[in-house]
């Protein structure tokens, strides 16, 4: 029989040899675990559980409706007049002239970027410009320090729009070098592709993005740099079974995945679809196989020129700036190819662009009208 002074030594044991003794113990039956209680659930009637949820909620540990989709409660304690010390903002309509003499003093900013004026003029002239707490600002000096893009796009879209102006803030600020245009337009811009994954739940929103300014620039002649989020959304809406496919299917290779060449196949796939009645875009689709894979494809062929191309360190100098040409270049080749037509050589040529905008040109119309800008610039 184990002694006293046995069980008093245990004190000195490690904790290893505490949980063998235990467990010799109860395994030779000397020590019975003391049973486990099933713990039951109290029950809450209806009134009990509502005054738990109106305690939480007057703590504040319990926020209804919180997310994306449910309306917020800001604490809004602002003067409710415009002024705040010698700064004054409000809404105004800015008309053409008025935007033009606002120009004169524009002193010292940035190059404009005409681009960007023809993208906010386009918004302008088409109505769907939206207006923002970004606006129109001058310093003290009433020297113009933001908003020369968006003046000079009403001024060229002789549109009057409504625009949120700030007059008065500082030029100097006091016991610094710094002026507050050096922190105007210090934020990170959110991109259009930014703004189709947060604000419209589209996974691939880069591609699209992308996809869709190359189609804007097959549909319209002319320049068509920065789409906004509504002109990119119409065009994805219009094209929407196509690219669709072109991402879903889209290769690895660098040149084979270039935006241009998914914008054109996109294109051609919609005209085609449009020209047998139907969405199914499986002819296009088994030519663009063909390009990934070179399956089927021989030295005369346009499409094995194609692919020739896309995969030389040629191909490795496409950027961005290259897409709408290499795009008109991938439509030339699916038009020849499709003509059954071998060449030597694959040359670049507006014919296959006129031909996949022929089977659609009440699509192609449709976007050419988001890009147009009718009014001149007047005269101030």
């Not at 409000?90 to 003093?105: I, R, S, Y």
């Not at 071998?342 to 988001?370: C, I, T, W, Y």
Request: proline residues 4%; neutral net charge.
């Amino acid at each position: 029989m184990t002694s006293l002074n046995t069980y008093r030594r245990v004190e000195l044991f490690d904790p290893d040899a505490i949980r063998s003794l235990v467990r010799s113990g109860i395994n030779n039956g000397l020590i019975k675990p003391p049973p486990i209680a099933k713990q039951k659930s109290p029950s809450m009637n209806a009134d009990e559980i509502r005054s738990i949820v109106a305690a939480a909620k007057a703590a504040g540990a319990l926020r209804p409706g919180v997310g994306p989709d449910s309306p917020a409660e800001v604490i809004k304690n602002g003067h409710e007049a415009t002024v705040f010390d010698s700064v004054v903002t409000q809404w105004m309509q800015v008309d053409p002239g008025l935007a033009a003499h606002w120009l004169q003093n524009n002193f010292v900013n940035r190059p404009i970027s005409q681009d960007t004026v023809n993208a906010y003029a386009r918004d302008m002239v088409n109505g769907v410009w939206i207006p923002t707490h970004q606006g129109i600002a001058f310093n003290d000096r009433d020297h113009l320090i933001d908003g020369q893009h968006r003046l000079s796009a009403i001024v060229k879209s002789g549109v009057t729009v409504g625009v949120m102006v700030t007059f008065g803030l500082s030029s100097k600020i006091e016991g610094s070098e710094m002026t507050t245009m050096d922190a105007v337009d210090r934020g990170r811009t959110r991109s259009v592709a930014d703004q189709l994954k947060i604000q419209h739940g589209l996974k691939d929103g880069t591609a699209i993005a992308g996809i869709c300014a190359s189609l804007g620039g097959l549909c319209f002649s002319a320049r068509t740099k920065r789409l906004s989020v509504g002109q990119t959304l119409d065009i994805y809406r219009l094209f929407e079974t196509s690219i669709t496919w072109v991402i879903d299917n889209r290769p690895t290779e660098n040149g084979l995945k270039s935006v241009g060449v998914l914008a054109a196949f996109a294109f051609a796939m919609a005209g085609f679809a449009r020209n047998r009645g139907s969405d199914d875009p499986e002819d296009i689709a088994k030519l663009f196989r063909s390009l990934v894979t070179g399956d089927g494809l021989y030295q005369s062929m346009p499409l094995d020129h194609l692919r020739n191309f896309l995969l030389s360190d040629d191909a490795k100098l496409l950027s961005r700036g290259t897409n709408r040409g290499v795009a008109e270049l991938v439509l030339q080749a699916l038009f020849l190819q499709i003509s059954d037509e071998p060449v030597d050589k694959l040359e670049p040529s507006q014919d296959g662009l006129n031909h996949f905008s022929a089977l659609q040109a009440d699509r192609v119309a449709h976007v050419a009208k988001m890009f147009e800008i009718d009014k001149t610039v007047p005269k101030s």
